[in-house]
């Protein structure tokens, strides 16, 4: 099993959509960045937890699961770059193969130390091209594939049996 871990306001830094969204509204980078990862994680089917300071955000929140991503929030007098160690420690074994995602380079060298894998803001945006490329090629594929009737039917008739067929009235 392959754990990502994402340092969120590290990479959210790093990646110049975001950046310019965090400028203009920080929780809006961090949604756009979970919905990412999100995508991540379906493609890759690798478990995806992205770790954000919590000397951001009012009050103590929670962790949470948003579209099937692990949120975390640091406690208070936590970093995130501690939260990250603990989770890289607790995760990693023989049959998990932890992945941090971080352009912090003393923080690469930690959780090297620990048995864990290191991924750059850059080659996580990279991947992420890779995965969006991948996603858009399945729905292609799936959308040439799909069937079609052998009679020729108004656009009007197609859809109403495409409701029938989806259970809606």
Known sequence: MDVLIVDGYNIIGAWPELKN???????DARDLLVEMMAEYRAYTG???????DAQYVPGIPKPERRRDVEVVF???NETADERIERLASELGSRRTQVHVATSDYTEQRIIFAQGALRKSARELRLEM???RDGISKRVREI???RPFSKIPLSDEVAEIFEKWRRGHK
Do not use: H, P
């Open 21 to 27: 969204l965090r400028d203009a509204r920080l929780e």
């Open 46 to 52: 690798w478990r995806v937890i992205v770790v954000f």
């Open 74 to 76: 640091t406690r208070e």
């Open 129 to 131: 091209g890779d995965v």
């Open 143 to 145: 959308r040439d594939n």
